[in-house]
């Protein structure tokens, strides 16, 4: 069994660090991070710092820190070469000896930047050496934060970004709870659509959950056309399934 209980010389720890609350991270993750010789955080080019090096801080030892500037744009090839690089410095790290850990907000393997980070670097390190550390996704954190149960029974759940509104309307057919992310600019096409199938009252929405600009939201009316950013959550409570 893996030893978590400090960072491993020439291992790679793929970190999630939670929804932005540095109280909110796992022992698992504090150990790893206090104790790793180099952490890697990726930062979008349109902020001035990483949202996940904020989150760690009151952990961080001295360490080698490492931002990596990363496009906000749906370029395959200019993704695909910014990850190389990354990759790159990950494993000239671990060839000298040294332990690495790659942060990110959120939970490692659900719409994070670390998938891109794991494609480039398979085949480069031994697959033991790689290690994923579980973080508080974001529909597990708006969804505490409202104090609503997510599901019951046989209830069934849906995770969709929203940039495919039909595919988010046609999900509200196929579960009991909907969760969407990356709402952003759409904000008002998903609410249109929400009050047109009857469930603008079932609808709660968190922007930035844990973080010092949190929003909460249970009734859509209080938006009043504000404008949401990046991290917002939407959970659309369908309906329940019985056991019968």
Not at 38 to 58: Q, T, Y
Not at 62 to 77: S, T
Request: contains cysteine; charged residues 15%.
């Amino acid at each position: 069994m893996t030893d978590f209980t400090k960072a491993q010389a020439g291992h790679l720890y793929i970190v999630g660090v939670g929804p932005g609350a540095a109280d909110l991270l796992t022992i698992r993750a504090i150990n790893i991070l206090s104790t790793v010789d180099v952490i890697i955080a990726p930062r979008s080019s349109l902020s001035a710092e990483s949202l996940a090096v904020s989150v760690v801080r009151p952990y961080l030892r001295g360490q080698e820190l490492v931002e990596h500037i990363y496009p906000m744009e749906r370029d395959p090839l200019q993704t695909a070469q910014c990850w190389a690089q990354m990759a790159d410095l990950a494993v000239q790290r671990l060839a000298q000896g040294l332990s690495v850990a790659h942060i990110t907000i959120g939970d490692p393997l659900l719409y994070s930047t670390c998938a891109y980070l794991l494609e480039q670097i398979s085949g480069r390190v031994p697959t033991e050496n790689i290690h994923v550390v579980s973080g508080i996704s974001a529909l597990q954190a708006a969804s505490a934060v409202i104090g609503e149960s997510l599901l019951t029974q046989n209830d069934r759940l849906m995770l969709l970004p929203a940039d495919d509104l039909a595919a988010v309307e046609s999900a509200l057919g196929c579960c009991e709870t909907l969760v969407i992310y990356k709402i952003g600019e759409r904000a008002q096409a998903v609410i249109e659509m929400i009050r047109r199938h009857g469930l603008a009252q079932n609808a709660r929405l968190v922007c930035y959950a844990e973080q010092e600009r949190e929003q909460i939201f249970t009734n859509l009316d209080d938006l009043n056309g504000n404008r949401l950013g990046y991290m917002s959550t939407m959970i659309v409570h369908v309906g329940h399934k019985s056991w019968s």
